[in-house]
């Protein structure tokens, strides 16, 4: 079965500080792993993924995660946060083996910067 | 660019009600889905086709129906509406290639009285 935990609801940071969103997932196979942020009122939308490689994903917005094979981990990551990355995020997992497109979602964690 | 576009994006029903939500994509994309998001319970797949005519369920895929007559359209039906379907729904797409992220819609905002 495939899984995924953000084991935050809300993270809370100070602009200009860093930031770490933690995902943990589960899949029986390799996965592909995806972050989508999601603005008030509006659908999700594709920041970065981790295909193979680097373990250091670089995306959108000055965001980037850091997949961790042993740790099971992709946690998310912006070394000085903005208050307009205040939103919720979402880790999403898939197995290689499994149906195209179709990915398992963590909860999502509500990020938000204080001026 | 239109995307992924839904209609209606709020709609309330009486208990009972039936009522469609329209997905459409303009991307050429061979896999649609649908999605519903609860609070704190992050998004979950409804159901999903892999192309016109295929179509199969995901987690959550009881009271609801779909088909996919075109590559584009993509529609779920809520047959005989329940309180417990109020949600907000999500349509997404996504290209033949690897590794599928998807595209999603603006979404739609159902209340079911």
């Known amino acids: 079965a495939q899984s995924v935990a953000q084991p935050e609801d809300q993270v809370n940071v100070a602009e200009g500080n860093p930031l770490t969103v933690k995902c943990t997932y589960s899949?029986?196979?390799?996965?592909?792993l995806f972050w989508y942020v999601q603005y008030p009122n509006r659908g999700l939308q594709f920041l970065l993924k981790y295909i193979t490689g680097d373990n250091l994903v670089k995306g959108s917005y000055g965001f980037e995660a850091e997949f961790n094979k042993s740790q099971t981990s992709f946690h998310l990551k912006k070394p000085s946060a903005l208050v307009s990355d205040s939103a919720l995020y979402f880790c999403?997992?898939?197995?290689?083996?499994?149906?195209?497109?179709?990915?398992?979602f963590g909860r999502g964690t509500q990020l938000t910067v204080w001026p | 660019n239109a995307g992924v576009t839904q209609t209606p994006k709020f709609q309330v029903l009486k208990t009972g009600q039936s009522m469609t939500l329209q997905c459409a994509q303009d991307m050429n994309h061979e896999y649609m889905s649908w999605y519903r998001q609860d609070p704190g319970m992050g998004l979950r797949l409804i159901h999903y086709?892999?192309?016109?005519?295929?179509?199969d369920q995901g987690e959550v895929p009881n009271g609801y129906n779909v088909s996919r007559s075109t590559t584009e359209d993509f529609p779920l039906r809520l047959l005989s509406a329940a309180p417990s379907q109020t949600s907000v729904y999500f349509c997404?797409?996504?290209?033949?290639?690897?590794?599928?992220?998807?595209?999603f819609g603006e979404g739609s905002r159902l209340t079911v009285l």
């Open positions: 899949v029986s196979g390799n996965p592909y």
């Open positions: 999403a997992v898939r197995d290689r083996g499994t149906t195209l497109g179709r990915l398992y």
């Open positions: 997404a797409s996504s290209s033949g290639g690897e590794p599928g992220e998807l595209f």
């Open positions: 086709s892999v192309g016109a005519g295929i179509t």
